[in-house]
């Protein structure tokens, strides 16, 4: 499939944007009400450096902002000079194009803090709080295989891997682990058969 490097419309930024920017939506996530009311736990520490990298998605939530993409996700992550990180989005489209967005993610509170920040709005708009969605690292696997990212009131939910696939035993973990959480595993859309 061709890489379009073109700038994005409006409508595909913000198609871009939801793959890890969880604005107030449509999606909700399901679970037992117990569940849902209670805070969502984070990880313990991240490890900023061995996060880096490329990240493929496995499943989501479904969300309006990803309404076009026909395929398997991806995100890059990058670290800046200034210590933020350069995130790249990439979504296939039916097209036969793929989407891509360029965001800036920026940690909140420590140096190994699970709880990010990401936005994709142009570097002028920043200041606004509204551009800035949470990315909240709430499971990730001890060598950093696979991770877990929503964001506080469950409305928006990633499961990421290294690779394009996952096994079926550590996916039917994940699931338990979803679960867990107060997600619904069968309201995710997977991208693997």
Known sequence: MPLSFRRPSLPLLLLALSLYLPLAGQAKAEGTAA???SPLPTIGQLDVPRYLGRWYEIAR????????????SEADYEQQA????RVTNRC????????????????????????????????WLS??????????????DPDYRWSIVSEPRREY?????????????PLSRLRQRLQ??????????????
Do not use: H, M, T
């Open 35 to 37: 569940d849902r009311a």
């Open 61 to 72: 939530l479904p969300n309006r902002f990803q309404q076009a993409c026909v395929g398997q």
């Open 82 to 85: 200034d210590g933020s990180l």
């Open 92 to 123: 296939p489209l039916a097209s036969g194009e793929i989407n891509q967005a360029v965001g800036l993610a920026r940690q909140i509170g420590a140096a190994d803090s699970p709880k990010l920040q990401v936005r994709f709005a142009p570097a």
């Open 127 to 140: 200041f606004i709080p509204a551009v800035w969605g949470n990315y909240w690292v709430v499971d990730l």
């Open 157 to 169: 939910l990633w499961l990421l891997a290294r690779e394009p696939r996952l096994d079926a035993a």
């Open 180 to 193: 867990a959480l107060g997600f619904d595993p069968d309201a995710l859309r997977y991208a693997q058969p």
